[in-house]
């Protein structure tokens, strides 16, 4: 079952604030301030299963048309942590974003995805463009 924004449960995105005071803000509409936070609320967009999130935040140039997150049955994806690496300003609306994400499919082994990611900043809101 999906939580509401105002959950007052730990946020996965593994800052020690709240869900509600953390990414849930953000999942509710408001601007991250940064492209670390964005990264951050994408992550817990994720675990929540927040397709239409995920879209809404993908930089229009690299939006995919279609984004689902339904797994096929014993697939689930077990999101397990996320650890921020690096987060560099590349420019006046641009930023890096190195982070691993920790996950497992079905009963399966723990995996490590890392990734350096690039943001962009448009009217005052951070989109994801793509991994690098």
Known sequence: MSRKPADPCPCPCGLPADYAACC????AGEAAPDAEHLMRSRYSAY?????DYLRQTWHPDTR????????????????????V??????GADSADVRFTARYRIGGGSAVKMTEHSRFQRIDGR???????
């Open 24 to 27: 849930g803000r953000f999942h």
């Open 47 to 51: 675990v929540r299963g927040l397709a």
């Open 64 to 83: 995919p048309a279609e984004l689902s997150l339904d797994e096929a049955p014993g697939q689930r994806t077990h999101w397990l942590g996320l650890t």
């Open 85 to 90: 690496h690096e987060h560099t300003v590349t």
């Open 126 to 132: 951070w989109y994801y463009l793509d991994a690098v």
